[in-house]
């Protein structure tokens, strides 16, 4: 690659990797404003209202709260009751439960509201319309 020939008086300022990639050329006379000041920060909004939006932006948050559902079936139903679970996943707002014990499923199958309102409870919001034991 052949150098760059400038003409006179016309400076070269080096090449910033990030920003650009020809450099910026200085004619005599030529004025060079600094980068303008960081916009205002009373628009800025926090974390958490960002989070959140990008959740609303992508309809997300039905797919969150399942997912919440599941990860929280240890913490409702207890050690016990997770040692005898082989699978647990939602499904167009059931949740389907598989236990490796009999009488616990008997026992479940006649709770099976209470335990829909527990696990409702802990996500904060109605998620789980129907219980379904395997």
């Excluded at 080096?14 to 200085?26: H, Y």
Aim: with cysteine; proline share 7%; aromatic share 6%.
């Amino acid at each position: 690659m052949e150098p760059l020939h400038l003409p006179s008086g016309v400076q070269a300022l080096p090449l910033l990797p990030q920003k650009r990639a020809f450099p910026l050329l200085l004619w005599p006379g030529c004025i060079v404003k600094k980068p303008s000041s960081p916009p205002s920060r009373s628009g800025d909004i926090s974390l958490k209202e960002g989070l959140e939006a990008l959740v609303r932006a992508y309809r997300l948050q039905g797919k969150l709260n399942e997912v919440t559902v599941v990860s929280s079936w240890e913490r409702v139903m207890g050690k016990a009751v997770a040692l005898k679970t082989q699978e647990v996943y939602v499904n167009q707002g059931r949740l389907f439960v598989r236990l490796t014990s009999a009488p616990l499923k008997h026992e479940l199958v006649m709770a099976k509201t209470r335990v829909a309102e527990l696990i409702n409870a802990e996500v904060g919001e109605t998620v789980i319309k129907e219980v379904i034991f395997l």
